[in-house]
C-alpha cells in the first residue's frame, strides 16, 4: 500500500463536514482532480455532467460503451467526496479475478484503494477493515455477495452512522437483469443500499444498454429518482471489416502480420476443439497464442488471463467465456473466425479493442458453412418456437450487416436506436465494394436446385451446384446424368468464387436452405418470388482474395518495432523501446500489467515530445502527480542520457 491521502487522521477522529457545494464555488475541483491525479487534460463525452451529478450527492444510472471511460465517473465523485470529508466509496464489482489490478491502478496514482474478497488472507482482510472503518480508504472494491453480508452491513451501518459512506458504485449494473446474460443472483440483493442507507448516492453502471434490461435495473436497484445518462455507443477508433471466408487461418495468419505485428488480440471462435487448434498453429506459425475456454482448468485460465493482461503482444485465442470485464486498454484487433450469435454479442466482444481510444481492428470472415451452421443450431435447440423467431431474426441482422455493402458503422449503431451518416472507418466506406445485379444468376442457381429434385428426386450440396452451373464435366456429373439438365452450363460466365457468394446469400437471404449431413440444397416457399423474377437481388462482387504465397500488403513492418505507433522512427522510437522496458520492469517489480504503470499512448508521446523537465512531463497526457513524483526523475534520466 502507497503513502495514505489522509494518513494524519486518528482513525476514531470524525472526519470535517464540508459540504462539496462549498468547494465547487471555489473553481472547478473535479477537472482539477482528472489533471492532478489522472493526468488527463478534459472529460470525455457525458462524464462531465456525470461526476457534477453524483458529486453533489445524486443517483445516476450510466450507459456508456465499453472503452467510454465509466470508471473515471465513479472515481472522481469518490475522490472529491472524500476529500470533502464524507468518507468511504464502495464499490460493487462481480469480477473478483480483476480486482487486484483495479485497485493497483488506483494505488498508481495515489488513490487509496482496496477489495476485500475471498482470496484475501484474514490478516490482510482485518487491516484492510480497519483502513475502512477509520474512513482512509476512498475506494473500496467489493463482490455483491460481501456487500449484502450480515457482518459487512454492520460496517456499513457504523460508517453510515459517523457520516463516513460517501457512495455507492454498482459496475456491471446490467447482471440485476434476468433478460442480460450475466444475471448474478447475488446482485438481486443490492436493493438492500437503498433501503438502509436512502441518504447515501448510488451510481449504477454498465455496458449493456436494451430497453428491457434498462427497465430492469431501475426497478431491481430501486433507482426510480435516478437521472440516467444515456451514450453514444459509437466506438470511432474501431475498424470494422467483415470479410469472405477463403482459407480462414491464412486469412487470419496475413491479417495478423500484415496489420498487427506484436499486437496484443483477441481471437474468437465457436468451438473449444477449434480455439485449442487455432491457438496451436498460430504458435507453430510464430505468433504467441494462448487458448482459454470454459473446458480448461480454472488455474489455467486465471495463468492465461494474468500474462494476456500482463505480457505484451500476445493473442488470446478464446470461446466466448473470456472477455466480460477485462479492462485492458491496448487490445489492438478482435477477430472472429466463426460467426457470433447475433449484433448485440458480435458488438461486445469486438467492444473489446482499442479502449485506449487508439486505433483498432474488428475484423470477422465468415462463409456459407457459418451461415449454415448458425440457423442449424437454432433449429435444433430445444427452445420454444417463440425464442426461436427472435433467434432468427437476430440472426438475420447479423447476415444483412456482413452482407452489407454500405457502412458497417451506419448499420450497427441503427440497430441500436442511433442514426448517424457514413463513417469513413470500415471496410464498406474505405473500399466500397462494387455490388451487381445477382437477379439473374440467384434466377439460375435456384432453378439448378430445382431441377435436380425434378430429374431424380435427390438433393445436393453446393460444390456439385455450382459445378453443373458453370458445365463442368465432373465424375458426379456423368454418373447423374446432370450434363443433360438445361442449366447445366448457363452459368460459365461467373466464377466460382462468385457462386459460392450468391449461394451464401441465397441461403442468408433464406430462400435455399442446407440440411443433413452433406448440407444438401432446398428451395424454401420465398424462392419462388425469385425465381419468378418479383424479387431483385444486389449482391456485392466477390473479393478475389490473394492466394498462397503471395505477400500481402505490409509496407515496412519491421520486427523489431512492432506494435509501435506508426509514426515513431528514429531516435523516438527508440526511446519507446527503452521506456517500454522501464515500463515492464516497474510493473514486475509491482506485479501490475504494464498498461496500469503508463498507457502506450504515454509512452508513444514521451518519446516523441522528449521532455527535460518535470515540468514538461506533467504536461503529457496520463502523467499526474503521484506518477511524476514516483517516475518523473527516473524517465527523465532515461530520456536524456
Ligand atoms: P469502461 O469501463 O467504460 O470500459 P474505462 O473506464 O476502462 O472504460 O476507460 C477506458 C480508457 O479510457 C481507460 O484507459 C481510461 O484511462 C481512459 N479514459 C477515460 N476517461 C478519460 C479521459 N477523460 N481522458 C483520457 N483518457 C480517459
Ligand atoms: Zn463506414
Redesign the pocket.
Known amino acids: 500500500m502507497s503513502a495514505l491521502p489522509l494518513a494524519d487522521f486518528d482513525s476514531d477522529a470524525q472526519l470535517p463536514h464540508l459540504p462539496v457545494e462549498a468547494r465547487r464555488s471555489q473553481g472547478a475541483p473535479l477537472t482539477a482532480i482528472?489533471q492532478e491525479v489522472?493526468g488527463?487534460?478534459?472529460?470525455?463525452g457525458q462524464?462531465q455532467a456525470i461526476v457534477d451529478h453524483v458529486s453533489t450527492g445524486h443517483d445516476a444510472l450510466v450507459l456508456?460503451?465499453?472503452?467510454?471511460?465509466?470508471?473515471?465517473?465513479y472515481q472522481i465523485p469518490a475522490i472529491a467526496r472524500h476529500r470533502a470529508g464524507y468518507g468511504v466509496t464502495v464499490v460493487v464489482s462481480p469480477l473478483i479475478a480483476l480486482m487486484h489490478d483495479q485497485v493497483g491502478a488506483l494505488e498508481e496514482v495515489g488513490v487509496h484503494a482496496a477489495f476485500l474478497n475471498s482470496t484475501l488472507s484474514l490478516e490482510d482482510t482485518q487491516r484492510i477493515e480497519r483502513e475502512m472503518m477509520s474512513g482512509r480508504l476512498v475506494l473500496l472494491y467489493a463482490a455483491p455477495e460481501r456487500v449484502t453480508n450480515l457482518r459487512f452491513q454492520a460496517q456499513l451501518a457504523s460508517l453510515h452512522e459517523r457520516g463516513l459512506l460517501s457512495l455507492f458504485a454498482i459496475d456491471e449494473a446490467h447482471c440485476v437483469s434476468q433478460w442480460g446474460h450475466d444475471f448474478r443472483e447475488d446482485y438481486l440483493q443490492l436493493s438492500l443500499l437503498h433501503e438502509r442507507f436512502p441518504d447515501v448516492p448510488r451510481l449504477a453502471?454498465t455496458?449493456t444498454a436494451d430497453d428491457q434490461t434498462r427497465a430492469d435495473m431501475i426497478e431491481r436497484l430501486q433507482l426510480q429518482d435516478a437521472r440516467v445518462f444515456i451514450s453514444s455507443f459509437d466506438r470511432p477508433n474501431i475498424r470494422y471489416a467483415l470479410v469472405e471466408k477463403d482459407e480462414p487461418r491464412k486469412q487470419l495468419l496475413r491479417f495478423i502480420r500484415d496489420e498487427h505485428d506484436g499486437d496484443a488480440g483477441i481471437v474468437y471462435c465457436q468451438s473449444r476443439k477449434k480455439v485449442e487448434e487455432t491457438a496451436d498453429w498460430l504458435n507453430e506459425q510464430g505468433i504467441t497464442a494462448l487458448p482459454y475456454h470454459a473446458g480448461l482448468d480454472a488455474s489455467v485460465r486465471q495463468k492465461h488471463q494474468d500474462r494476456f493482461l500482463r505480457e505484451d503482444g500476445l493473442v488470446m485465442v478464446a470461446t466466448i467465456a473470456f472477455g466480460m470485464g477485462i479492462?485492458k486498454?491496448d487490445v489492438r484487433f478482435v477477430a472472429h473466425l466463426d460467426l457470433p450469435k447475433n449484433i448485440e454479442a458480435y458488438y461486445q466482444e469486438t467492444g473489446r479493442a482499442g479502449?485506449?481510444?487508439g486505433q483498432a481492428d474488428a475484423w470477422l470472415t465468415y462463409g456459407l458453412a457459418d451461415v449454415v451452421n448458425q440457423r442449424r443450431m437454432i433449429d435444433e435447440s430445444p427452445a420454444n418456437d417463440d425464442f426461436k423467431r427472435i433467434q432468427r431474426g437476430k440472426l438475420d441482422a447479423l447476415l444483412a450487416l456482413a452482407e452489407a455493402h454500405d457502412c458497417r458503422r451506419v448499420r450497427l449503431l441503427a440497430y441500436f436506436g442511433e442514426a448517424s451518416q457514413p463513417c469513413g472507418n470500415c471496410d464498406n466506406c474505405l473500399t466500397p465494394p462494387a455490388t451487381w445485379d445477382g437477379t439473374e444468376a440467384a434466377r439460375k442457381m435456384l432453378s439448378c436446385i430445382y431441377r435436380f429434385w425434378q430429374h431424380g428426386r435427390q438433393r445436393f450440396g453446393g460444390g456439385h451446384l455450382i459445378d453443373v452451373l458453370r458445365g463442368k464435366q465432373t465424375d458426379k456429373v456423368a454418373q447423374y446424368g446432370h450434363q443433360s439438365l438445361s442449366t447445366f452450363g448457363v452459368g460459365a460466365a461467373l466464377s466460382e468464387n462468385q457462386w459460392r457468394a450468391v449461394l451464401r446469400q441465397l441461403v442468408a437471404l433464406g430462400h435455399v436452405v442446407a440440411e443433413g449431413e452433406y448440407n444438401t440444397l432446398s428451395l424454401t416457399d420465398s424462392a419462388r418470388a425469385v425465381l419468378k423474377g418479383e424479387v431483385q437481388l444486389t449482391l456485392r462482387e466477390a473479393v478475389e482474395l490473394p492466394r498462397r504465397g503471395r505477400a500481402g500488403k505490409a509496407e515496412g513492418s519491421g520486427g523489431a518495432s512492432a506494435a509501435a505507433p506508426a509514426d515513431l522512427n528514429g531516435a523516438a522510437l527508440a526511446r519507446f523501446t527503452e521506456l517500454k522496458a522501464w515500463r515492464a520492469g516497474v510493473a514486475k517489480a509491482h506485479n501490475l500489467p504494464a498498461?496500469v504503470v503508463f498507457?502506450d499512448a504515454t509512452l508513444a508521446d514521451m518519446a516523441r515530445i522528449a521532455p527535460q523537465t518535470l515540468g514538461e512531463l506533467a504536461g503529457i497526457?496520463?502523467v499526474g502527480a503521484k506518477k511524476l513524483q514516483a517516475y518523473g526523475n527516473q524517465i527523465l534520466a532515461l530520456l536524456n542520457p
Open positions: 482528472l489522472f488527463y487534460t478534459a472529460f470525455r462524464q456508456m460503451p465499453t472503452g467510454g471511460g465509466k470508471s473515471l465517473c453502471l455496458a479492462d486498454p479502449r485506449d481510444g498498461y498507457h497526457s496520463g
